[in-house]
């Protein structure tokens, strides 16, 4: 099994490892990959965006090199890469956002002009659209590098993913925890996907499966895909699964957070939930659409939809 080597990558990996072992008493060898985003300290957007993260494992994977591969799902592209499936999507961890500030602030506490650090576009138009005042401040670097900037002074908060500082045994560092219906966030946020070839039979991912999370994952993702959305695009997306009912809601920003457009919609599941996630999420996305979402998002410094681009957030170190 294949990952990045991040501390927060490294952890995720080995609580998937650890789970099949659990289930299936197979011991899981776990290989670090380096990828181009990991060597370079040039931006995300400039890269590629997150898919210069997932390259390198994928091609491994083709390669023999490994049998499976972890990405955070939020990272991973929307189209699909030639050869290579999704064998299993495990139960989602917490897909909110994270305030960590100093002093235990949260956002309306947070003084005038306040420092706020993030490499998401999403947050930042998040962030701008509550707190006009605050200077938003683009960082890149892993969970504790973000973190530490707050320590030190340099910054007066950063914005994570509650998943990834879970993962890390962080989530005493978040003063504030946003409510999705308020503040939702990058499609896939949360989540795990674990990449195999196509072909390949692996009976032990059955184990670690959760059908409610890829069924609500595929709906977000479904929203992104048929948004063209690139990775410049504020875009956030929740979907749930409760019974045989799936809800969806999506909201595109405008890149400065002075305006933004959201649609929800639901549909029964009645047996092929992939097809009906993928078809609710064409639906929202085509309702924004339709109510201006491509104009409001191409508005503001950071750009929008773009599609000669393929995945919906550029954070992967924060936004796990």
């Known amino acids: 099994m294949a ?27 776990i290989v670090i990959i380096t990828s181009e985003g990991d060597r370079s300290t040039e931006s995300l957007a400039s890269l590629g965006g997150t898919g210069v ?80 005042d605050l200077e938003v401040v683009d960082i890149r670097g892993n969970v504790d590098t973000r973190l530490g900037k707050v320590a030190s002074g340099e910054l007066d908060a950063v914005v994570l993913a509650a998943a990834g500082l879970t993962r890390l ?75 045989d009912e799936l809800r969806l809601s999506a909201t595109v920003y405008q890149a400065d957070g002075a305006a933004e457009l959201g649609c929800e919609r639901a549909a029964a599941l009645f047996g092929d939930d992939h097809l009906v996630a993928e078809l609710l999420g064409q639906a929202v996305a085509t309702q924004l659409l339709e109510d201006g979402a491509a104009e409001l998002a191409a508005v503001g410094p950071l750009g929008g939809l773009d599609a000669s681009s393929d995945t919906g957030s550029f954070d992967p170190e924060a936004g796990r």
């Open 3 to 29: 990952t990045r080597g991040s501390a927060l990558a490294r952890a995720q990996t080995g609580h998937v490892a650890a789970a099949i072992t659990e289930a299936t008493g197979i011991e899981i060898e």
């Open 53 to 132: 993260f997932a390259s390198a494992l994928r091609e491994a994977l083709v390669a023999g090199e490994c049998d499976l591969i972890v990405h955070s799902l939020k990272d991973l592209p929307t189209e699909p890469y030639p050869g290579l499936v999704i064998g299993a999507v495990p139960e989602r961890e917490d897909a909110r956002d994270a305030l960590c500030s100093r002093d235990g602030l949260t956002l309306d506490e947070l003084p005038q002009g306040a420092r706020v650090g993030t490499g998401s576009p999403r947050r930042v138009a998040q962030l701008l659209a509550l707190r006009p």
């Open 169 to 243: 045994g962080r989530l005493d560092a978040a003063s504030e925890l946003f409510a999705l219906d308020l503040w939702p966030t990058a499609p896939g946020q949360g989540a795990l996907a674990i990449e195999t070839r196509e072909g390949d039979s692996i009976p032990e991912l059955l184990s670690i499966e959760h059908q409610p999370t890829r069924t609500a994952v595929l709906a977000e993702r479904s929203v992104l895909s048929a948004l063209e959305a690139g990775c410049a695009a504020p875009v956030g997306a929740t979907a749930t699964v409760s019974g």
